[in-house]
């Protein structure tokens, strides 16, 4: 089984920037993809950005441009550097991992707040 941490929410104002990461232990070898979703008050959880173990990153259409996913293999972490927020990108951002053979591993989930 794969665990997940996640760090680097916080309070910043529009216009700012964070950094989230998501440090992954245990059985690495089965995560396919990482991926993190985010949820804010009222709606539903919805995919931000997905990265493969190889292959093409994804972005919601709402973040292009300035969300950017990676990963650091030698680390086992996936990041999400967040530039240019908005208050609209408030919500508690969880990190994902979809496992072979196995059901996808959900991190506990970091807030992330952006005050106008």
């Known amino acids: 089984q794969v665990t997940l941490v996640e760090s680097g929410g916080g309070l910043v104002q529009a216009g700012g920037s964070l950094r989230l990461s998501c440090a992954a232990s245990?059985?690495?070898?089965?995560?396919?993809?990482m991926a993190w979703y985010r949820q804010a008050p009222g709606k539903e959880r919805e995919l931000v950005a997905s990265?493969?173990?190889?292959?093409?990153?994804n972005y919601a259409d709402a973040v292009k441009g300035r969300f950017t996913i990676s990963r650091d293999n030698a680390k086992n972490t996936v990041y999400l550097q967040m530039n240019s927020l908005k208050p609209e990108d408030t919500a508690v951002y969880y990190c994902?991992?979809?496992?072979?053979?196995?059901?996808?591993?959900w991190g506990q989930g970091t807030q992330v707040t952006v005050s106008s």
């Open positions: 990265i493969p173990t190889a292959g093409t990153s």
């Open positions: 994902y991992a979809r496992q072979v053979f196995k059901p996808p591993q």
């Open positions: 245990g059985s690495i070898f089965r995560v396919s993809a």
